[in-house]
Protein backbone atom coordinates (compact mmCIF):
# COMPACT_ATOMS: atom_id res chain seq x y z
CA UNK A 1 0.00 0.00 0.00
CA UNK A 2 1.17 3.47 -0.62
CA UNK A 3 -0.94 5.93 1.32
CA UNK A 4 -0.12 9.22 1.69
CA UNK A 5 1.69 9.17 5.14
CA UNK A 6 1.23 11.71 7.97
CA UNK A 7 3.77 14.61 6.66
CA UNK A 8 2.81 14.17 2.95
CA UNK A 9 -1.17 14.78 4.23
CA UNK A 10 0.32 17.96 6.43
CA UNK A 11 1.84 19.25 3.10
CA UNK A 12 -1.24 19.11 1.22
CA UNK A 13 -3.29 20.03 3.55
CA UNK A 14 -1.00 23.28 4.01
CA UNK A 15 0.33 23.70 1.14
CA UNK A 16 -2.24 22.39 -1.31
CA UNK A 17 0.31 20.17 -2.91
CA UNK A 18 2.33 17.18 -2.33
CA UNK A 19 5.69 15.81 -4.36
CA UNK A 20 7.61 14.11 -5.54
CA UNK A 21 5.70 10.76 -5.47
CA UNK A 22 7.23 7.49 -6.55
CA UNK A 23 4.65 5.71 -8.85
CA UNK A 24 5.62 3.83 -11.77
CA UNK A 25 8.99 2.40 -12.86
CA UNK A 26 11.34 3.84 -14.88
CA UNK A 27 10.54 0.86 -17.66
CA UNK A 28 6.77 1.97 -17.00
CA UNK A 29 7.72 5.84 -17.60
CA UNK A 30 9.64 4.93 -20.87
CA UNK A 31 6.68 2.67 -22.26
CA UNK A 32 4.26 5.22 -21.84
CA UNK A 33 7.07 7.46 -23.96
CA UNK A 34 6.98 5.33 -26.54
CA UNK A 35 3.81 4.84 -27.07
CA UNK A 36 2.40 8.27 -27.57
CA UNK A 37 5.18 9.02 -29.65
CA UNK A 38 4.00 6.30 -31.65
CA UNK A 39 0.71 7.98 -31.80
CA UNK A 40 2.55 11.23 -33.05
CA UNK A 41 4.30 9.04 -35.47
CA UNK A 42 1.32 7.12 -36.92
CA UNK A 43 -1.49 10.09 -36.81
CA UNK A 44 0.86 13.55 -36.16
CA UNK A 45 -2.38 15.74 -35.60
CA UNK A 46 -4.36 12.68 -33.57
CA UNK A 47 -3.16 14.93 -30.10
CA UNK A 48 -1.54 18.13 -31.03
CA UNK A 49 -3.42 21.30 -29.37
CA UNK A 50 -7.01 20.11 -28.26
CA UNK A 51 -6.89 16.72 -29.34
CA UNK A 52 -4.15 16.68 -26.34
CA UNK A 53 -7.36 15.11 -24.00
CA UNK A 54 -8.24 11.53 -23.06
CA UNK A 55 -5.52 10.08 -24.74
CA UNK A 56 -5.67 6.93 -21.86
CA UNK A 57 -9.45 6.00 -24.09
CA UNK A 58 -6.86 4.89 -26.84
CA UNK A 59 -3.41 4.05 -25.39
CA UNK A 60 -3.37 1.25 -22.66
CA UNK A 61 0.35 2.52 -21.26
CA UNK A 62 -1.59 5.36 -20.51
CA UNK A 63 -4.82 3.64 -19.28
CA UNK A 64 -2.53 1.54 -16.57
CA UNK A 65 -1.03 5.01 -14.84
CA UNK A 66 -4.68 5.64 -14.87
CA UNK A 67 -5.75 2.54 -12.65
CA UNK A 68 -2.57 2.11 -10.97
CA UNK A 69 -2.61 1.15 -7.55
CA UNK A 70 0.17 3.30 -6.09
CA UNK A 71 -1.81 6.24 -7.66
CA UNK A 72 -5.12 5.43 -6.56
CA UNK A 73 -3.97 4.50 -3.05
CA UNK A 74 -2.67 8.16 -2.60
CA UNK A 75 -5.79 9.72 -4.31
CA UNK A 76 -7.86 7.49 -1.64
CA UNK A 77 -6.09 9.38 1.20
CA UNK A 78 -7.10 12.70 -0.36
CA UNK A 79 -10.46 12.21 -1.04
CA UNK A 80 -11.80 8.69 -0.01
CA UNK A 81 -12.39 5.30 -0.98
CA UNK A 82 -14.67 6.13 -4.16
CA UNK A 83 -12.49 7.03 -6.97
CA UNK A 84 -14.12 8.56 -10.35
CA UNK A 85 -11.71 9.23 -13.47
CA UNK A 86 -13.01 12.59 -15.42
CA UNK A 87 -10.70 13.12 -17.84
CA UNK A 88 -7.03 13.19 -18.44
CA UNK A 89 -4.69 15.70 -20.49
CA UNK A 90 -0.92 15.30 -22.00
CA UNK A 91 0.85 18.53 -21.10
CA UNK A 92 4.02 18.00 -24.14
CA UNK A 93 6.52 21.04 -24.17
CA UNK A 94 9.05 20.49 -27.05
CA UNK A 95 12.68 22.12 -26.82
CA UNK A 96 13.11 25.29 -27.72
CA UNK A 97 9.22 26.75 -28.03
CA UNK A 98 7.75 29.51 -26.36
CA UNK A 99 5.21 27.11 -24.33
CA UNK A 100 4.13 27.59 -20.99
CA UNK A 101 1.25 27.47 -18.78
CA UNK A 102 -0.06 30.96 -16.82
CA UNK A 103 -0.43 30.61 -13.21
CA UNK A 104 -3.99 29.67 -12.77
CA UNK A 105 -6.50 27.65 -10.42
CA UNK A 106 -7.91 24.10 -11.95
CA UNK A 107 -11.32 24.82 -9.76
CA UNK A 108 -11.64 28.09 -11.74
CA UNK A 109 -13.15 26.58 -15.06
CA UNK A 110 -13.58 22.89 -15.16
CA UNK A 111 -16.76 23.59 -13.48
CA UNK A 112 -16.23 20.50 -10.85
CA UNK A 113 -18.10 20.74 -7.40
CA UNK A 114 -17.59 20.50 -4.18
CA UNK A 115 -13.94 20.19 -4.67
CA UNK A 116 -13.34 16.69 -3.61
CA UNK A 117 -11.19 16.07 -6.36
CA UNK A 118 -7.38 16.08 -6.75
CA UNK A 119 -5.22 16.32 -10.20
CA UNK A 120 -2.11 14.16 -10.47
CA UNK A 121 0.87 15.00 -12.90
CA UNK A 122 2.72 12.19 -13.68
CA UNK A 123 6.33 12.54 -15.18
CA UNK A 124 6.64 10.68 -18.08
CA UNK A 125 10.31 12.66 -18.91
CA UNK A 126 12.22 14.26 -16.35
CA UNK A 127 10.80 17.60 -15.27
CA UNK A 128 12.79 20.19 -13.85
CA UNK A 129 13.35 24.18 -14.09
CA UNK A 130 15.38 23.59 -17.57
CA UNK A 131 12.68 22.18 -19.17
CA UNK A 132 9.26 23.72 -17.96
CA UNK A 133 8.50 21.81 -14.89
CA UNK A 134 5.29 22.72 -13.04
CA UNK A 135 5.64 25.94 -10.12
CA UNK A 136 2.81 25.87 -6.97
CA UNK A 137 2.10 28.67 -4.74
CA UNK A 138 1.99 27.32 -1.56
CA UNK A 139 -0.81 27.65 0.90
CA UNK A 140 -3.19 29.68 -2.20
CA UNK A 141 -5.67 26.70 -2.33
CA UNK A 142 -7.74 29.12 0.09
CA UNK A 143 -10.40 30.96 -2.17
CA UNK A 144 -10.84 31.24 -5.96
CA UNK A 145 -8.89 34.05 -7.24
CA UNK A 146 -9.85 36.43 -10.17
CA UNK A 147 -8.40 35.49 -13.57
CA UNK A 148 -7.96 37.21 -17.01
CA UNK A 149 -8.94 35.71 -20.46
CA UNK A 150 -6.08 36.56 -22.56
CA UNK A 151 -5.19 34.06 -25.02
CA UNK A 152 -1.87 34.47 -25.77
CA UNK A 153 0.39 33.06 -28.18
CA UNK A 154 2.28 30.46 -26.50
CA UNK A 155 0.20 29.95 -23.65
CA UNK A 156 -1.05 25.80 -23.35
CA UNK A 157 -4.32 26.86 -21.75
CA UNK A 158 -7.49 27.03 -23.09
CA UNK A 159 -8.15 30.84 -22.53
CA UNK A 160 -4.90 31.84 -21.66
CA UNK A 161 -6.80 32.26 -18.45
CA UNK A 162 -4.44 34.05 -16.25
CA UNK A 163 -4.04 35.32 -12.35
CA UNK A 164 -1.84 38.33 -12.41
CA UNK A 165 0.70 39.32 -9.33
CA UNK A 166 1.54 35.59 -8.26
CA UNK A 167 4.72 36.03 -5.74
CA UNK A 168 7.53 34.79 -7.61
CA UNK A 169 9.99 34.47 -4.29
CA UNK A 170 6.98 32.47 -3.16
CA UNK A 171 6.38 29.87 -5.25
CA UNK A 172 8.09 26.31 -5.43
CA UNK A 173 9.24 24.48 -8.49
CA UNK A 174 8.37 21.19 -8.34
CA UNK A 175 11.20 19.07 -9.98
CA UNK A 176 9.75 15.03 -10.72
CA UNK A 177 12.06 12.58 -12.05
CA UNK A 178 10.48 10.33 -15.15
CA UNK A 179 7.96 8.22 -13.05
CA UNK A 180 7.23 10.22 -10.13
CA UNK A 181 4.01 12.74 -9.49
CA UNK A 182 2.18 15.22 -7.64
CA UNK A 183 -0.80 15.72 -6.10
CA UNK A 184 -2.64 19.43 -5.91
CA UNK A 185 -5.57 21.13 -5.25
CA UNK A 186 -8.17 22.09 -7.30
CA UNK A 187 -7.80 25.48 -6.52
CA UNK A 188 -3.79 25.76 -5.64
CA UNK A 189 -2.36 28.58 -7.80
CA UNK A 190 0.17 27.22 -10.45
CA UNK A 191 1.68 27.27 -14.26
CA UNK A 192 4.79 26.63 -15.53
CA UNK A 193 7.76 28.16 -17.78
CA UNK A 194 9.01 26.89 -21.42
CA UNK A 195 11.36 24.32 -22.01
CA UNK A 196 14.98 25.25 -22.86
CA UNK A 197 16.11 22.03 -23.08
CA UNK A 198 17.03 20.16 -26.04
CA UNK A 199 14.43 17.49 -25.01
CA UNK A 200 10.89 16.63 -25.47
CA UNK A 201 9.06 17.38 -21.55
CA UNK A 202 5.93 15.14 -21.57
CA UNK A 203 3.50 15.27 -18.57
CA UNK A 204 0.49 13.45 -17.91
CA UNK A 205 -2.31 14.65 -15.98
CA UNK A 206 -5.25 13.44 -14.47
CA UNK A 207 -7.88 15.80 -13.86
CA UNK A 208 -9.01 14.67 -12.38
CA UNK A 209 -9.78 12.13 -9.64
CA UNK A 210 -13.33 13.17 -8.21
CA UNK A 211 -15.48 11.82 -5.08
CA UNK A 212 -18.82 10.30 -6.20
CA UNK A 213 -20.29 13.52 -4.77
CA UNK A 214 -18.84 15.38 -7.23
CA UNK A 215 -20.89 16.92 -9.97
CA UNK A 216 -20.49 18.81 -13.46
CA UNK A 217 -21.82 22.25 -13.24
CA UNK A 218 -20.87 23.84 -16.67
CA UNK A 219 -21.62 20.48 -19.00
CA UNK A 220 -21.40 16.68 -18.57
CA UNK A 221 -18.69 14.56 -19.35
CA UNK A 222 -18.33 10.91 -18.47
CA UNK A 223 -16.44 8.47 -15.94
CA UNK A 224 -14.67 5.54 -15.08
CA UNK A 225 -14.64 3.61 -11.99
CA UNK A 226 -11.18 3.68 -10.74
CA UNK A 227 -11.70 2.34 -7.33
CA UNK A 228 -14.74 1.55 -4.77
CA UNK A 229 -18.85 1.89 -6.30
CA UNK A 230 -20.63 5.15 -7.14
CA UNK A 231 -24.14 5.33 -6.04
CA UNK A 232 -24.80 8.49 -6.19
CA UNK A 233 -24.57 8.55 -10.18
CA UNK A 234 -23.92 11.88 -11.44
CA UNK A 235 -21.79 11.11 -14.40
CA UNK A 236 -22.67 8.53 -17.31
CA UNK A 237 -20.07 5.39 -16.21
CA UNK A 238 -17.12 4.54 -19.81
CA UNK A 239 -15.06 1.24 -20.25
CA UNK A 240 -11.45 1.48 -20.72
CA UNK A 241 -9.83 0.42 -23.50
CA UNK A 242 -9.11 -2.86 -25.09
CA UNK A 243 -6.48 -2.02 -27.29
CA UNK A 244 -4.39 0.18 -29.06
CA UNK A 245 -6.30 3.28 -30.95
CA UNK A 246 -9.02 1.37 -31.43
CA UNK A 247 -11.97 2.46 -33.37
CA UNK A 248 -14.41 2.24 -30.46
CA UNK A 249 -12.05 4.49 -28.05
CA UNK A 250 -10.81 7.18 -30.87
CA UNK A 251 -15.09 7.48 -31.07
CA UNK A 252 -15.67 7.57 -27.48
CA UNK A 253 -12.58 10.17 -27.44
CA UNK A 254 -13.68 12.23 -29.35
CA UNK A 255 -17.18 12.49 -27.90
CA UNK A 256 -15.56 13.19 -24.52
CA UNK A 257 -13.03 16.08 -26.13
CA UNK A 258 -16.31 17.57 -27.70
CA UNK A 259 -17.67 17.73 -23.78
CA UNK A 260 -14.82 18.75 -22.39
CA UNK A 261 -14.24 21.83 -25.26
CA UNK A 262 -18.22 22.61 -24.44
CA UNK A 263 -17.37 22.77 -20.74
CA UNK A 264 -13.59 24.96 -21.09
CA UNK A 265 -15.37 27.68 -23.36
CA UNK A 266 -18.34 27.53 -21.09
CA UNK A 267 -19.47 31.77 -21.68
CA UNK A 268 -16.61 32.56 -24.03
CA UNK A 269 -17.20 34.55 -27.06
CA UNK A 270 -13.82 33.08 -29.20
CA UNK A 271 -12.45 29.73 -28.37
CA UNK A 272 -8.41 29.27 -28.31
CA UNK A 273 -6.30 26.40 -30.15
CA UNK A 274 -6.50 24.07 -27.01
Known sequence: MTYLNSNQLKQYKEEGYVAPLDVLTKEEALAAKKEIELIEKEMPKEIDKSGRYNVHLISPKLDAIVHNSK?????????????????????????????????????????????NWVTAWVAITDSNNQNGCMKMWPKSH???????????????????????????NEVKSVELKAGQMSLHHPRVVH???????????????????????VKQTLGKNSVQIARGKDELHHHEVIGRTKSFMSE????????ENNYLQEIFYKGSDKKGAY
Open 71 to 115: ILDAVESIIGKNILVCSTTLFIKNPKQEEFVSYHQDAKYIGLEPH
Open 248 to 255: EGISLRIK
Open 191 to 213: GSGINKSNHKRIGFVVQSYIGTN
Open 142 to 168: IELKDHNQKFNEGNLLTRGQTIEGVPE
